[in-house]
């Protein structure tokens, strides 16, 4: 989401709370033509709130696909707050988030309801997609 919303600012959009929204608007828009081709889509979403879950599930429903979510944690908040410190997407007019920010982002998450998997970036890679591959496999 954070490239779609950083390009529609660099468009002329002004920052705020809408263009978020739009993000997910435009995202949706764009899996939808991509569903409709019969192709798989993955969405990389915080989706802190139901609505945004929901969001997917009628995407998914009203292309009669699986929908899968994976949620992807980090269980030790020294070593998350030292990956934050550290990382750089270089998203043009896009600035990192602060672990103040993190933490206020966690506060208002919305507790999933869906069944999903849950990775713990802690763990190494190579057993993350291995667990992320059977989820797939078990549920698709």
Same mark, same amino acid.
């Given at each position: 989401?954070?490239?779609?919303?950083?390009?529609?600012?660099?468009?002329?959009?002004?920052?705020?709370? &809408?263009?978020?929204?739009? =993000?997910?608007?435009?995202?949706?828009?764009?899996?939808?033509?991509?569903?409709?081709?019969?192709? &798989?889509?993955? $969405?990389?979403?915080?989706? @802190?709130?139901?609505?945004?879950?929901?969001?997917? +599930?009628?995407? =998914?429903?009203?292309?009669?696909?699986?929908?899968?979510?994976?949620?992807?944690?980090?269980?030790?908040? &020294? $070593?998350?707050? +030292?990956?934050?410190?550290?990382?750089?997407?270089?998203?043009?007019?896009?600035?990192?988030? #602060?672990?103040?920010? $993190?933490?206020?982002?966690?506060?208002?998450?919305?507790?999933?309801?869906?069944?999903?998997?849950?990775?713990? #970036?802690? $763990?190494?890679?190579?057993?993350?997609?291995?667990?992320?591959?059977?989820?797939?496999? @078990?549920? &698709?």
């Amino acid at each position: 989401m954070d490239p779609i919303e950083a390009a529609m600012w660099r468009a002329g959009v002004p920052r705020s709370r &809408t263009t978020g929204l739009a =993000a997910y608007a435009v995202t949706e828009a764009v899996a939808d033509g991509v569903l409709a081709l019969g192709q &798989t889509v993955i $969405v990389d979403a915080v989706n @802190a709130v139901e609505e945004a879950r929901g969001q997917w +599930r009628s995407l =998914a429903s009203r292309h009669g696909v699986p929908l899968v979510f994976i949620e992807v944690v980090c269980s030790d908040p &020294t $070593v998350h707050r +030292r990956r934050l410190g550290s990382r750089s997407r270089d998203i043009e007019g896009f600035s990192e988030r #602060s672990w103040e920010a $993190v933490e206020r982002r966690r506060a208002e998450f919305a507790p999933l309801v869906d069944d999903r998997l849950v990775l713990d #970036s802690v $763990v190494d890679l190579q057993s993350n997609v291995a667990a992320a591959l059977g989820f797939l496999a @078990a549920v &698709t």
